[in-house]
């Protein structure tokens, strides 16, 4: 059994990306995995401010929901990202999280494989690329991580576009054998 930490970044909580990441989760839930998604839109995250008082303290200044989640991500096996491509990158909130996570660096972390879940409006996968360019950054810098899978699902502009795409299976297939 594998702990499992989505992280749901669209401002959109029911648009394609969540629903990417509620299939990741279904499939993950029934292999018997413990999962759980966390709606960023749900939660108070402000940016970071470049103090560095975690390298001293371990722990961010910044009282705000970002210290809790932090904790479930430095227990949890598996770490999710799914994101809508904004301006052929990931979403704004998607980069503040990944800022905020700064704490985790000296710190003695679970996590190993990461995924990644898009939506696009576009029929290429163009868009996509710097999205996992982005990601690939972070997941350098955490050096006991690899990038395990990603998903793409093209073509999905509208809350419900992305119900019947191949996307959502491959989502859950992925969860299922994380
Ligand atoms: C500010 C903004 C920028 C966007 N930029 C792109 C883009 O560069 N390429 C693209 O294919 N779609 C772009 N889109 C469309 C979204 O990626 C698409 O609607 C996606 O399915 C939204 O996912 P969500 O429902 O999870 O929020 C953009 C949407 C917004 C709101």
Not at 128 to 133: D, E, L, P, T
Not at 158 to 163: C, L, Q, S
Request: charged share 25%; hydrophobic share 35%; glycine share 6%.
């Amino acid at each position: 059994m594998k702990k499992v930490l989505i992280l749901s970044t669209s401002p959109r909580k029911n648009g394609n990306s969540a629903r990417l990441a509620q299939e990741f989760e279904k499939g993950a839930t029934s292999a018997s995995n413990e999962c759980e998604i966390i709606y960023l839109c749900e939660k108070n995250i402000n940016y970071c401010k470049g103090c560095f008082g975690c390298f001293k303290n371990h722990k961010c200044i910044i009282n705000d929901d970002m210290n809790d989640i932090l904790d479930k991500m430095k227990k949890s096996d598996v770490i999710v990202f799914a994101t809508p491509v904004y301006y052929y990158e990931m979403s704004g909130q998607m980069k503040t999280f990944i800022d905020r996570t700064n704490p985790l660096f000296q710190a003695n972390y679970s996590f190993t494989d990461i995924y990644l879940l898009m939506s696009a409006a576009d029929g290429d996968e163009r868009p996509m690329k710097r999205v996992v360019s982005g990601l690939e950054g972070w997941i350098e810098c955490y050096s006991k991580t690899r990038l395990k899978g990603v998903v793409k699902a093209l073509n999905v502009t509208n809350v419900g576009d992305i119900e019947n795409h191949v996307a959502l299976r491959e989502a859950y297939n992925f969860g299922k054998n994380v």
